[in-house]
């Protein structure tokens, strides 16, 4: 089926959802030259990233785009380079590694309760997020505390993102000088050099034998000859932006979630209460690792926002060779667009779909299918290599920053949500604060 159906730009989710109710589970975008098409049936998305996976490559639109940034990172790249730069990163996301992780999660978390205003008020949770999770990425994955050459790394990665998504929505040809060109050329001599100035710092520092961490192994790696100077600067950069700024997105969805719905807040609170005995005013003892297994409601509401709120919104392959999903044949060179966003909504696997309803992950927790159609951090061997890693932050920082406090709407405060290279809320996310606890007291509303 042919689609056409206006406003991509200004609502791209509404419109990605207009197209499958309107044409089906294979739309075809009229487009002049190779042919891209939405794919939106779970068997279509496994096909794709699973079972031809060989047939499909990352040499699309969307990764082309982002690769200007990133150069040829684990993100983007693929064959060869790819598998080799997963075999040099993938100890740094073994699960021996979680409980530094988990450690880090919680001391991000704290220094941020304690920032939080004690008698309650309003605080913007996303920039809350976006500080702990850049702390966490620096000193679980560089190995140090994020001084100002990470946080300076951080703002020229988020500069140059901005000027490639507006590339994005109107490819130009690449000869013509544009001001934004010229702002992504600048943006990414900025942070050419402030890539530099981490390895710098961390080889000033010195590596130690037992130092497991990713720009260590990265390191390593190009002391042995096996990785250029440049790719290790990529998968600084690809880390950046693959592993803050969605698990910053996945927590302040959780927390607008939560305020919206009182009552799964209500049931989060029991459980950390029960596991971290909070009865007092501090709402117990701050979580640890050993306490993930009993922290079952609390990650269940992170995974049931992954499902309303996949912070990658769509992921996208194109043919090397030709291939048939769901009974349509697509040639070589095909660009297919495989939305989790658009997966998570089919009533049919999730019913209610609209309705924040963490029980879903509960217990047996999804069945089958619908497993197979979840995939907030996409799916077969391109699966995202930090979702352990995302998930035990996640759950942690969530526990250690509700156990004292809960999280309600700011009344008028319209939630806007821009879905750009991540699905993130536009101009931040206010909630209001209240203190759970009063010694002995039960939960407290908002003042
Ligand atoms: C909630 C948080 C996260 C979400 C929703 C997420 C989502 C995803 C998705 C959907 C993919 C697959 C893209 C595709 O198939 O085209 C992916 C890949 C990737 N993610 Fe994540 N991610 C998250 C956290 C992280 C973290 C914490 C890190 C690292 C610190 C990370 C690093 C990566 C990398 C390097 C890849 C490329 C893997 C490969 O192709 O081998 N992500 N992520």
């Known amino acids: 089926m042919v ?18 109710g309107r044409y089906g589970d294979v739309v075809a975008f009229p487009m002049p030259r190779d042919p891209v098409v939405l ?38 790249s693929d064959g060869e380079v790819w598998r080799e730069r997963r075999r040099t990163a993938q100890p740094a996301f073994h699960p021996r590694g979680l409980g530094v992780v988990a450690e880090q999660s919680v001391a991000a978390a704290g220094r941020l309760r304690a920032t939080w205003p004690a008698a309650g ?10 500080q702990a ?18 946080e300076r790394l951080v703002a020229a990665v988020l500069e140059a993102l901005e000027v490639v998504v507006g590339r994005v929505r109107t490819p130009l040809p690449a000869w013509l000088p544009t001001p934004a060109r010229r702002r992504l050329r600048r943006a990414v001599a900025t942070l050419d050099v402030a890539a530099a100035d981490v390895v710098a710092r961390r080889r000033a520092r010195g590596l130690h034998e037992d130092d497991g961490d990713l720009l260590a192994l990265l390191l390593r790696a190009v002391d042995a000859g ?3 100077p440049e790719g290790l600067r990529d998968e600084l950069v690809t880390t950046v932006i693959a592993g803050h700024e969605t698990v910053a997105s996945a927590l302040t969805w959780t927390l607008h979630l939560l305020a919206e719905e009182q009552g799964a807040q209500a049931r989060v ?16 003892r701050a979580p640890a690792w050993a306490d993930l297994r009993s922290l079952v409601r609390t990650r ?14 769509v992921v996208s392959r194109r043919a090397l060779v030709d291939d048939v999903v769901d009974g349509v044949a697509l040639p070589a060179g095909t660009t297919v667009i495989i939305s989790p966003w658009l997966l998570h909504r089919r009533p049919e696997l999730f019913p209610d779909p609209e309705v924040f309803r963490p029980e879903r992950f509960e217990g047996e927790g999804l069945g089958r299918e619908a497993r197979g159609a979840y995939t907030p951090f996409g799916a077969g061997p391109r699966l995202c290599i930090g979702r352990d890693f995302a998930l035990v932050e996640t759950t942690l920082v969530l526990a250690e920053l509700l156990r004292g406090a809960s999280v309600h709407p700011v009344p008028g405060e319209r939630v806007r949500v821009d879905a750009l290279v991540t699905m993130r809320p536009r101009d931040g996310l206010r909630l209001r604060l209240a203190p759970r606890r009063r010694a002995g007291a039960g939960v407290s509303a908002p003042a």
């Open 3 to 20: 689609a056409a159906v206006p406003g991509i730009r200004a609502d791209p989710l509404g419109f990605l959802a207009r197209l499958r």
């Open 226 to 228: 096996d990785l250029a």
């Open 39 to 76: 794919l939106s049936s779970p068997a279509a998305a496994r096909r794709v990233l699973v079972e031809n996976h060989r047939a499909w490559g990352k040499r699309t639109a969307q990764y082309g785009a982002l690769s200007a940034v990133t150069g040829t990172g684990l993100l983007t």
């Open 269 to 284: 609170a029991e459980e950390l209460d029960a596991v971290l005995g909070g009865a007092d005013e501090d709402g117990g």
């Open 121 to 130: 008020g309003v605080v913007d949770v996303d920039a809350g997020a976006l």
């Open 133 to 150: 999770t850049l702390e966490v990425v620096g000193r679980t994955l560089f190995g140090g505390e994020v001084t100002d050459d990470g």
């Open 300 to 313: 269940a509401a992170v995974e049931e926002s992954l499902r309303l709120f996949p912070p990658a919104w």
